[in-house]
């Protein structure tokens, strides 16, 4: 071997030796580690074999590959992007026999945690109360991650599948972060009051209403009450309480507002069978 191919295979191979070195700390997943160790393998072979343009080409192509792998990465998305950026540097050779099976198991294992995730975001998505403005658009996200992920199955060009596949991650990464902002942002009303008890205080009276199940309610302990709990806004709800004594009946509406999950605010307003009417204002923790 003459001087120039015995430092052009130095250096090729000390660059390898560098970014093996770092290769098993880059990755969020393992996904990668079959398509690294087979370039790898392959690499060493061609930096001590190789005798002609073609190959040393086909060794460079692997060296930018491998350099895409080394980078390191903080989520599945950020694995799937190393491994679409290794594949367009890889090029033809991407497809080649020796290269097809790994990239085809890698690109399924990388499919089926896309449609994972999408359940499980699709999930969270679902939990968030209907009064979060964030919910909608981050439903459309997890259903354009769904719909592009269904199409894959329809391709016959393996590239386009793999460009594809980039765009259901970043739709997922996109409902998530809708999600998350969500979460944070929920309000304070409660979504059920079953098995709670409100204390209220007004004119400086103070009473208590203890919510037996979804219908029925007891009220300072002795008075069995009928009620409806309806949420209507991140920190609001309409409570309805029909009090029925003998021939007597009351009903009172009444308005909250939440300033924390554990109470806050209210107007309420009671008429009773004569038709006579009360109105007031007060406060209320519920635990």
């Known amino acids: 071997m003459n001087k120039g191919k015995l430092h052009w295979v130095l250096i090729l191979t000390v660059a390898s030796m560098l970014l093996l070195a770092n290769r098993s700390h880059a990755y969020y997943t393992n996904f990668l580690d079959g398509a690294s160790n087979a370039l790898s ?34 989520s599945v998305a950020g694995d799937y992007n190393l491994f679409v950026t290794a594949a367009l540097h890889l090029g033809p050779i991407a497809f080649s026999p020796e290269f097809g099976i790994i990239g085809s198991n890698t690109f399924l294992l990388f499919t089926n945690e896309a449609q994972a995730e999408i359940d499980a975001t699709r999930i969270r998505v679902a939990a968030l109360n209907n009064f979060v403005r964030n919910k909608r658009p981050a439903s459309n996200a997890v259903e354009r991650a769904q719909g592009t992920l269904n199409s894959i199955a329809d391709l016959t060009n393996p590239q386009l599948a793999i460009l594809l596949v980039r765009q259901v991650f970043a739709q997922i990464t996109i409902a998530n972060r809708l999600a998350a902002f969500g979460e944070a942002h929920s309000g304070f009303a409660r979504n059920s009051v079953i098995g709670k008890n409100l204390m209220h205080t007004e004119r400086g009276e103070t009473g208590n209403v203890y919510f037996n199940n979804d219908v029925e309610a007891t009220q300072d302990a002795l008075l069995d009450t009928d009620y409806t709990y309806t949420r209507t806004g991140l920190n609001t709800a309409t409570l309805v309480l029909i009090k029925t ?3 007597e009946t009351s009903t009172t509406t009444v308005k909250l507002r939440f300033t924390s999950s554990g109470g806050g605010t209210f107007t309420f307003r009671n008429v009773d069978s004569d038709g006579g009417v009360d109105t007031g204002v007060g406060t209320f923790t519920i635990d």
């Open 41 to 74: 393998t392959t690499y060493h072979s061609l930096t001590n074999t190789a005798t002609n343009a073609v190959q040393r080409r086909q060794a460079a192509l692997i060296l930018r590959a491998l350099r895409d792998l080394a980078k390191p990465s903080t």
């Open 245 to 247: 004594e003998g021939a």
